[in-house]
């Protein structure tokens, strides 16, 4: 995960079905839209594979492992959760946009970057929690943003640490401390991990 925060946004030329409400610059009333120019600070922290300036605005392409993409423009946007407002979060405004995503109007990057949508929140501390329920629990999951959620899972949640790797700081790691098998912990000592 890098940034890779963006929405589907209307285009007469889009390739992208969606349900969902899709944003229309032309017939919005926000009056905080904005589209990223090119060498500004926000473009420039896109990684430099992703960027693309076209006619002095702030372009991204951004390909999935799958085959799935995104391409658009870097646009700006206030975001209001309950009373909560988050002004110039930067986010991709979605052109053209192919893949196995299903029918969606966007995506939310939690990645590590200084771009992703959690570390532009500077209400959160960069920090987030997201609880991923038993695969034979029929109960959905949930994400919190902030630090001190203690009490904010279920009972006998685990909690993971993510580590930090300073030479790939857009992904997130688990520490690993041995391996198990059939319930018998595998002997293999943890400088291995």
């Known amino acids: 995960m890098r940034w890779r925060t963006w929405v589907l946004i209307w285009c007469p030329v889009t390739t992208w079905d969606s349900d969902d409400p899709v944003f229309n610059p032309a017939t919005s009333t926000s009056a ?28 991204y392409e951004v390909n999935y492992v799958d085959g799935s993409y995104t391409k658009g423009t870097l646009m700006l946007e206030t975001l209001t959760f309950g009373q909560m407002r988050i002004q110039n979060m930067a986010m991709g405004c979605g052109h053209n946009n192919q893949g196995s995503f299903n029918v969606i109007a ?20 960069g920090a987030f929690s997201y609880y991923l329920p038993s695969y034979s629990i029929l109960s959905p999951g949930c994400l919190r943003f902030g630090r001190g959620l203690g009490g904010a899972f279920p009972v006998g949640a685990t909690l993971a640490p993510l580590v930090y790797n300073p030479r790939a700081p857009n992904f997130y790691y688990v520490g690993l401390s041995g391996l198990g098998v059939g319930g018998a912990r595998v002997p293999i000592s943890e400088d291995i991990f």
């Open 32 to 59: 905080s839209y904005t589209v990223v120019p090119c060498g500004s600070p926000a473009c420039d922290a896109l990684l430099l594979n992703d960027r693309r300036c076209h006619v002095g605005k702030c372009g």
């Open 106 to 125: 966007g995506l939310l990057g939690l990645g590590g970057g200084r771009m992703s949508f959690v570390n532009q929140i500077p209400q959160t501390g």
